[in-house]
């Protein structure tokens, strides 16, 4: 099993920029793809970004392509989303989420239910 703690949320103003931070514990992280989504209030769980266990590939939703970046540091057993130019509509709980896959994949997947391991979430709020 992995462990995911979100963190790096917070209150900022339209056209701000904040870095969120996945970290995670328990088994060999590297093995693992990750994905973020988000939740705004009175609203379903959405896809983010995405990317696989080498950090080889990504994907991003179109809404947040060209604003944000997703990266990973396999020996910090971190994932990152840089959010960039962030609109009042970016205000949600950010999650990660985690899955296993074989090393010679280069799998990520942008349904909740290909993930296997949440977090908690970060609270994220974009004022106008």
């Known amino acids: 099993q992995v462990q995911l703690v979100e963190s790096g949320g917070g209150l900022v103003q339209a056209g701000g920029s904040l870095r969120l931070s996945c970290a995670a514990s328990g088994r060999t992280f590297s093995r693992y793809a990750v994905g973020w989504f988000h939740q705004a209030p009175g609203k379903e769980r959405e896809f983010v970004a995405a990317?696989?266990?080498?950090?080889?590939?990504?994907r991003y939703s179109d809404s947040v392509k060209g604003r944000f970046t997703i990266s990973r540091d396999n020996a910090k057993r971190t994932v990152y989303l840089q959010m960039n130019s962030l609109k009042p509509e970016d205000t949600a709980v950010y999650y990660c989420a985690a899955k296993e896959t074989p090393y010679n994949s280069n799998y990520y997947g942008t349904q909740i239910l290909d993930y296997d391991y949440w977090g908690q979430g970060t609270q994220v709020t974009v004022s106008s």
């Open positions: 990317i696989s266990w080498s950090g080889g590939r990504t």
